[in-house]
């Protein structure tokens, strides 16, 4: 059984920054890639930042510059490093885990990330 677990999220100014965190575990596999997507209220989920088990990074052209993604191998864990927030990225974080054996993806949760103007 595979486990996402997302921590980190909560209230921050506008211009903070904040740092939010996944695990997964459980897998007997090595996880291939792994992503950060959010979903504001009354919207569809949409990519954040991706990152393969390599460490070839990807970003959704609105936080290029701000977020930084980055990994852990050993620990199944990845990071999500968010400077210059804007009330814009106010969402729920979630993380995602492909596992290319089982052919399946992964999703934790979510961590709330709300950012006041």
């Known amino acids: 059984q595979v486990l996402v677990v997302e921590s980190g999220g909560g209230l921050v100014q506008a211009g903070g920054s904040l740092r939010v965190s996944c695990v997964a575990s459980?897998?007997?596999?090595?996880?291939?890639?792994m992503s950060w997507y959010r979903q504001a209220p009354g919207k569809q989920r949409e990519l954040v930042a991706s990152?393969?088990?390599?460490?070839?990074?990807n970003y959704a052209d609105s936080v290029k510059g701000r977020f930084t993604i980055s990994r852990d191998n050993a620990e199944d864990t990845i990071y999500l490093q968010m400077n210059s927030l804007k009330p814009e990225d106010t969402a729920v974080y979630y993380c995602?885990?492909?596992?290319?054996?089982?052919?399946?993806?992964?999703w934790g949760k979510g961590t709330p990330v709300t950012v006041s103007s």
């Open positions: 995602n885990a492909y596992i290319p054996e089982y052919n399946m993806e992964y």
């Open positions: 990152i393969t088990r390599f460490g070839i990074t």
């Open positions: 459980g897998s007997l596999f090595d996880i291939d890639n």
